[in-house]
């Protein structure tokens, strides 16, 4: 959002009460109508589907700052995929009705919404292009540029230490851990990544280079 619009959004949702998830609890379940929406303060919150084998597939993350819930709600249709907290997460939770009142009264916050929208959109189908092109190095680097980015869709710094894990990182680029594993080490002998426990980007512009090589 811009500063006027995510200022007001905020202003908004800390009127109403918090609540806080552990790692993995459930938000919602897919084919639910939502009752809440919410705005997120701590942690991140991850929407995902289920395969039939019972493997997540996360088409998108909520960063702090972020609401979510309320353009679903405009819509009247239940959610088509399962919320649940990516970290432990402090969250407001607004009744839907108010929720959706508010961002049809406020054009300018439902403008900024609709932008950020866009740009998960965007980010989406960059994901599925590196899913189906890019391989276990494409995605994984793809994923940890992601999790860097702003709300803005912008990475500001060159030194960026990413909010998630390794066991995360698998989970978002649908591979396993051995493979993400490995595909960090290499990363961290190109002097891509620290080497230290703790994932590290050590140079923004090198590492989106080395993405742009694999396609």
Do not use: C
Not at 116 to 137: F, H, P, Q, W
């Amino acid at each position: 959002m811009n500063s006027a619009g995510k200022e007001k959004a905020e202003l908004f949702f800390k009127k109403y009460k918090t609540k806080s998830f552990k790692k993995d609890q459930v938000i919602l379940l897919a084919h639910d109508k939502p009752k809440y929406a919410y705005f997120i303060t701590e942690g991140w919150v991850k929407q995902y589907d289920i395969t039939q084998k019972g493997n997540e597939v996360v088409v998108n993350v909520f960063k702090p700052g972020s609401a979510f819930m309320v353009l679903t709600a405009l819509t009247g249709l239940p959610s088509a995929y399962y919320f649940s907290a990516g970290s432990d997460i402090t969250v407001h939770y607004v009744p839907i009705n108010d929720a959706s009142t508010f961002v049809t009264r406020n054009p300018d916050v439902l403008k900024d919404m609709l932008i950020n929208a866009y740009i998960g959109y965007e980010d989406l189908l960059r994901r599925v292009t590196y899913l189906m092109k890019g391989g276990a190095s494409g995605r994984v680097i793809f994923e940890i540029l992601f999790d860097i980015r702003g709300q803005n869709g912008k990475i500001l710094g060159n030194i960026r230490s990413l909010s998630i894990t390794e066991s995360d990182l698998a989970l978002r680029a649908g591979l396993s851990r051995e493979t993400v594993s490995r595909e960090i080490s290499i990363l961290k002998k190109k002097k891509l990544l620290s080497d230290t426990q703790k994932i590290k980007v050590l140079n923004v512009k090198k590492l989106e280079a080395e993405l742009e090589t694999l396609f």
